[in-house]
């Protein structure tokens, strides 16, 4: 566990041993089949020195109900990397099908948040004013995740809303349609 960033700058290191072995693949295939894995959209927010920073992520994934725990990878090739590899609190936020926007936004910038009534949580996280749901979370642990660093991040609270959810697979946005009888 790490107390804070600054304690390990291990995060700064993006080389992996596997990475000097070929694959046998292209990165085009590898790509296709990351696709082929649906997922939802998060909006993910964070606090730094210039003010509120937040970033669409799909890499989002619950890990543990107790202690409950969840991830998500941010990348090293983005301008925002250094802020949220070391925003010790964070808040991600669950995009609602209605929701796109808010998606399309936050991935071309992480700064504009014109429209949206944001508030601070008691760590001062940032909190859009709704999402399907919302997890705030004390990043406690860090990962380095080849291009990418794990984040870990232990939910402190928690909104639910009732709702359907935004749904992004092979590239494409979607809902969700019954596949069962
Ligand atoms: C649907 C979707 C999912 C994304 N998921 C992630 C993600 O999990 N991690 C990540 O670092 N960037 C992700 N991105 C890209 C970022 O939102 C952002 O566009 C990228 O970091 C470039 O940021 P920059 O312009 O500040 O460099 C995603 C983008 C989209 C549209």
Do not use: K
């Amino acid at each position: 566990m790490l107390d804070s960033a600054s304690e390990n700058e291990d995060f700064q290191d993006a080389r992996c041993e596997s990475d000097q072995s070929p694959p046998g693949y292209d990165s085009t295939t590898l790509r296709r089949a990351f696709g082929r894995f649906a997922t939802g959209v998060t909006i993910v927010t964070t606090q730094t020195e210039a003010g509120p920073l937040a970033m669409t992520a799909n890499s989002f994934s619950s890990v543990s109900l107790d202690p409950p725990l969840v991830i998500w990878a941010v990348g090293r090739h983005s301008r925002r990397f250094d802020a949220f590899a070391r925003g010790r609190f964070q808040a991600i936020h669950v995009l609602a099908d209605d929701q796109l926007d808010l998606c399309w936004r936050f991935s071309r910038t992480g700064t504009d948040f014109s429209g949206l009534d944001l508030r601070n949580n008691a760590e001062g996280a940032p909190l859009l004013p709704s999402a399907l749901a919302r997890f705030e979370c004390e990043i406690v642990n860090r990962v380095n995740g080849g291009d990418h660093l794990v984040l870990l991040g232990r939910i402190m609270r928690l909104t639910v809303a009732e709702g359907e959810p935004l749904v992004f697979a092979a590239g494409r946005y979607g809902r969700l349609a019954a596949a069962g009888p």
